[in-house]
């Protein structure tokens, strides 16, 4: 049974292993690291604004030394860049962990992974992926063929606001979390959703945005799709997705109730309109 595991780093390293750039995290090899086994999870938190990450375990690899580690591994995934990967030497890990740990326990190098949703298996009929700064186009027809939609949602649709949305966070999370995808027929965008894992609480999520396009809704494709998406959730041990619902809107408000949402207690008003919080049970 595999096991979790918390760790801080610092804002430099932190924002690596977010990325996905910083694929190995460099440790002593002591008693706490000696608990880690291939297929557990870590959660990483940063130390200046305690955002979090969570990654697999993909691999582990002791070593005697930095010396050897820093031979064998290639340094532009342990955290260095193509800047300063020729002046990296082993003595840089001297200001974390003296040399007489190192010398006790020894050292150890993890692989991990971002855990991602494989959201290309979502549908055997659409083509699903992430979308990209290069969807826009479609993404935006998508979304002005919902003018219902954008009477309760302000501002009205742009290419602007879109790109933003695509890297748009809620307090604590990184891109690591956020799966903004699309359901394609051919080259045609269908539908898109904004889902953030691990929202509020780790085993959680939020829809941050669901949007069909206007021409094929009323046959109950949209539905098909949510349904799709809470499954897959729930197979990576999500208990419970929360969405925020503008008020007033009969549309949105008939759609999440005919997918199985409840109103909470956890409404909230902005300044130009008012969030019901609904949420599902998985």
């Not at 890990?93 to 190098?109: D, F, I, N, R």
């Not at 995808?181 to 889902?195: I, N, P, Q």
């Not at 008939?254 to 309109?273: A, I, M």
Request: glycine content about 8%.
């Amino acid at each position: 049974m595999s096991m979790h595991h918390e760790m801080s780093l610092r804002p430099g390293p932190f924002a690596k292993i977010a990325d996905g750039s910083k694929r190995w995290e460099l440790r002593l090899h002591d008693e706490k690291r000696r608990l880690i086994s291939v297929g557990d999870t870590i959660t990483f938190t940063c130390t200046a604004d305690e955002r979090t990450v969570e990654v697999r375990v993909k691999v582990l690899c002791p070593f005697a030394s930095f010396t050897e580690l820093y031979a064998t591994l290639p340094l532009t995934e342990c955290g260095y860049t193509a800047d300063n990967v020729a002046s990296a030497d082993p003595r840089d890990m001297e200001k974390y962990y003296p040399p007489e740990k190192q010398a006790q326990y020894g050292v150890l190098a993890i692989g991990v992974e971002r855990i991602r949703l494989p959201v290309e298996r979502l549908s055997g009929m659409y083509a699903v992926r992430q979308l990209s700064a290069e969807d826009i186009p479609e993404m935006l027809r998508v979304a002005l063929s919902n003018p219902l939609f954008y009477q309760y949602m302000r501002p009205d649709p742009t290419a602007e606001n879109l790109a933003a949305d695509l890297k748009a966070l809620p307090p604590r999370r990184t891109l690591a979390d956020k799966h903004f995808f699309g359901w394609f027929e051919g080259e045609r965008l269908l539908a898109m959703m904004d889902l953030i894992l691990r929202h509020p609480k780790q085993d959680m999520a939020f829809i941050g945005w669901f949007i069909l396009d206007g021409a094929v809704q009323g046959r109950g494709i949209g539905r098909r799709l949510v349904g799709d998406v809470l499954e897959l959730l729930k197979t990576h041990g999500v208990t419970e997705v929360r969405l925020g619902r503008i008020e007033g809107n009969p549309q949105s408000e008939h759609f999440w109730r005919v997918c199985g949402f409840s109103e909470n207690s956890l409404g909230y008003d902005t300044d130009d309109y008012h969030v019901t919080v609904m949420a599902k049970m998985l």
